[in-house]
């Protein structure tokens, strides 16, 4: 004992820390990845491998060019990397995922101040970028087990394009992935079982996703409303964009209306829009809202004077 | 609100089953005169004097202040300043025992005829609150409106504290003879012991002590922090909620710690004001933890020492729980009456802050429903008008934001912060 240390209570902590909780993220997303890799071949690996690589490189590339501290070991460019390969196809050209990655972490994330203060999901945004930028490449959708094919990969539409035409696919098949899709996003039952993971260690709240699908869900009731909730994006964006912590409302009143704002904007995108999928632009959208919905649905303070708001 | 939130610890309560050891008698005590909410009080001893135990040795006539006892008999060596844990500066009187520990004749059972001379008596024993606040108890046993319930606090939710469950199971008598002589005098008409549910034999205890009692009800309550702290425990043991800026009193509620009330009742009988206290040594670095009742005075030094603490290691030194003890800056320092526990920690890790990630712990646990992290943005920015409207002075700076914060921001400190930008009306 030299000197005894002087610090402000409290002087013993919690160990979940930050990068723990990135950890658990990542961990929740491998039954997504695993399928992925079963219905759409070993490329999905080579995707989402490029993509981590790249975020991660961009993220030390940028913090060391800002003259700031290093944060790749808080895992959130992994994980960043990881999101943003679930939500491309597996046939996207490995060039066009590093300008995603780079879109991702420095554009959305880094120019904004890094982890915690980007105002928008970074994968979801990176995601919309390339659709704009890329259309073609991003909807080369490929029928699952196209890889066992000899020949040349056959693309093949999504399900909700495919929806009321004589090529639907059974809902089974939609809850097992087994349809054309982004490398992450078919299988329900995997995101699914991430999903209560993450519930389950109390790392997410249920409040958004259960009010993300249950609005669709309830908004598509006369058009096949099972259907619906189970293709495109809706469980990967639910379970795990509209859970993200830096975009979304802190409480749960704020939560709730995040995930109903989702559902509508999903289900009037798919419905009335141009493009066949919304999931990505009603995260997008309700991003830029949570601000405004975080100051209406603030806590109720225990004991606090109801007139707070005159005050001062 | 149907729920205060919290957070479950680990509770560390190695000492529960550790009898109270008397302190064997230390050779000097340096008391300060500041060991309650008010003003410090004056010496009313010189160097050279000889004292005993129980005897006067400060006072005022400030409002908020109680009287100085010695806890020895001996010698006054010196009366010089001294710098409180909190910063202020008050005197101390130095004794040095001459080991016969003779009582002051001073000490005798006052004479009780109505209430005022009962909160005189109480004054007059020294007595305030023992969790760790040091509110004068005269002052909180004098309110200005009608009180209809006298709730014990009982909960002692910090970890590795187990003094106030010794004093449950060691003097339950006294407990219950201070609860029924505070309810009778005052005239109110309910106590309610509420005792945390990881007292299981304390609880039963009282249970069965107070079957045929109906005035007296014991409350489990469950083991979240901040259990103990004023509001929570009043929500959880009566459901009233004492609005902001409103004292427990305006609810028709007192609370009161379990062993200020036992002391109480030992003080009506004996006249022996508070000269020493039960205090639980513990912590990573202290080799075998203990409770003990030492005199008011002695270091914190020589009950480690006691204690067995591995003194090369040592790195932290706390007065009381790890979630809302202070860190001693000095091992010198004097038990005084406000000091339940004392430990001695090997390990601390500087980590540094990292960005908030927004995950909203803070405002999860937060047991009276703040959002530390907006109020750390306003702070930051000095956003007086946010901050008021954020209700940051409510903050009862019970660490749990700290605690639970992934990224290893100091909330809780920065709460503190922000209240001093907020001007007092």
Redesign the interface.
């Known amino acids: 004992?030299e000197k005894?240390?002087?610090?402000?209570?409290?002087?013993?902590?919690?160990y979940?820390?930050?990068h723990?909780?990135m950890i658990e993220v990542i961990i929740a997303l491998i039954p997504a990845l695993i399928a992925g890799c079963i219905y759409f071949g070993l490329r999905a690996l080579l995707v989402t491998g490029v993509c981590i690589v790249s975020c991660v490189v961009f993220e030390y590339i940028c913090r060391k060019l800002m003259k700031r501290?290093n944060?790749i070991g808080?895992f959130?460019a992994v994980l960043t990397g990881l999101l943003l390969a679930m939500n491309l196809p597996v046939t996207i050209p490995l060039w066009m995922c590093v300008i995603g990655s780079f879109a991702a972490i420095v554009i959305v994330k880094q120019l904004f101040?890094?982890?915690?203060?980007n105002f928008a999901n970074p994968a979801i945004t990176a995601r919309i970028i390339m659709m704009v930028s890329f259309p073609a490449a991003m909807t080369n959708w490929v029928y699952p087990f196209w890889y066992k094919e000899t020949a040349d990969a056959v693309s093949g539409a999504t399900p909700l394009v495919l929806m009321g035409t004589t090529d639907e696919v059974s809902t089974l098949d939609l809850f097992l992935g087994k349809c054309g899709g982004c490398i992450g996003e078919t299988c329900a039952l995997a995101l699914l079982i991430g999903g209560v993971y993450l519930m389950i260690r109390r790392l997410i709240s249920p409040a958004a996703p259960l009010a993300f699908i249950g609005t669709l869900f309830i908004l598509s009731a006369n058009s096949a409303p099972l259907d619906q909730i189970l293709s495109g994006g809706v469980f990967l964006g639910a379970f795990f964009m509209a859970t993200d912590?830096?975009t979304t409302p802190?409480?749960t009143k704020g939560k709730i209306i995040f995930g109903i704002g989702c559902g509508i904007i999903t289900f009037v995108i798919r419905n009335f829009g141009s493009y066949p999928e919304g999931v990505s632009f009603s995260i997008l959208l309700m991003n830029i809202l949570t601000p405004y919905i975080e100051q209406l649905t603030?806590?109720?303070?225990?004991?606090?004077?109801e007139a707070?708001?005159n005050?001062? | 609100?149907s729920r205060?939130n919290g957070?479950r610890?680990k509770h560390h309560k190695n000492t529960e089953n550790c009898s109270t050891v008397e302190f064997p008698l230390p050779a000097k005590v340096r008391i300060p005169m500041s060991m309650h909410m008010g003003a410090p009080c004056q010496p009313l001893v010189k160097v050279k004097d000889t004292v005993k135990v129980g005897q006067k040795i400060g006072d005022t006539d400030a409002a908020f202040s109680v009287p100085v006892h010695s806890s020895v008999s001996g010698t006054v060596t010196a009366v010089t300043d001294y710098r409180t844990a909190m910063g202020s500066v008050c005197k101390m009187v130095e004794i040095e025992t001459d080991g016969k520990q003779e009582i002051s004749e001073e000490v005798k059972p006052p004479e009780i005829t109505d209430k005022a001379s009962f909160l005189k008596a109480v004054r007059e024993s020294g007595a305030c609150g023992l969790g760790g606040a040091g509110f004068p108890t005269h002052i909180k046993l004098a309110p200005k409106v009608e009180v209809d319930t006298l709730v014990l606090n009982g909960a002692e939710c910090e970890?590795y504290i187990t003094a106030d469950y010794r004093e449950m199971i060691e003097c339950p008598e006294d407990i219950i003879g201070g609860v029924n002589m505070i309810k009778d005098i005052l005239g109110i008409r309910r106590a309610k012991l509420a005792i945390e549910a990881n007292k299981p034999e304390a609880i039963r205890n009282f249970k069965e002590m107070a079957d045929n009692d109906d005035t007296i009800d014991i409350i489990t309550l469950p083991s979240v922090y901040p259990q103990g702290a004023e509001?929570v425990i009043i929500?959880n043991s009566t459901g009233r909620?004492?609005?902001?800026?409103?004292l427990p009193s305006d609810a028709g509620v007192i609370v009161m710690n379990i062993s200020t009330a036992s002391f109480l009742y030992r003080y009506m009988k004996t006249g022996m004001p508070l000269v020493s206290r039960r205090l639980t040594v513990d912590g990573n670095a202290v080799k075998e933890p203990k409770n003990i009742s030492a005199p008011i005075g002695t270091s914190f030094r020589e009950i480690l020492e006691y204690c067995k603490t591995d003194?090369?290691?040592?790195?932290?030194?706390?007065a009381g729980g790890?979630?809302?003890?202070?860190?001693?800056?000095?091992?010198d320092m004097p038990v005084v009456k406000t000091s339940n526990a004392l430990?001695g920690?090997n390990t601390?890790d500087?980590k540094?802050s990292?960005?908030?990630?927004?995950?909203?712990r803070c405002?999860r646990v937060?047991?009276?429903?703040?959002?530390p992290?907006?109020i750390e943005r306003a702070y930051k920015i000095r956003n007086?008008?946010e901050l008021?409207?954020?209700?940051v002075t409510?903050c009862i700076?019970c660490?749990?934001c700290?605690?639970?914060?992934?990224?290893?921001r100091?909330l809780?400190?920065t709460n503190?912060l922000a209240k001093t930008l907020i001007p007092r009306k």
């Open positions: 004992m005894l240390i002087v610090s402000p209570s409290p002087h013993n902590e919690n979940t820390k930050t723990h909780i501290d944060t808080d959130s101040g890094g982890i915690g203060q912590y830096a802190i409480t603030r806590t109720k303070i225990f004991g606090a004077k707070a708001k005050e001062g | 609100m205060i957070i610890l970890p509001k929500f909620i004492i609005k902001e800026g409103m003194f090369d290691s040592l790195k932290k030194v706390i790890p979630m809302m003890g202070m860190s001693v800056p000095d091992l430990l920690i601390y500087d540094k990292s960005s908030c990630i927004r995950c909203g405002v937060c047991p009276l429903g703040l959002m992290a907006e007086i008008d008021r409207s954020l209700k409510l700076n660490g749990s700290s605690y639970v914060c992934p990224a290893n100091r809780a400190e503190q």
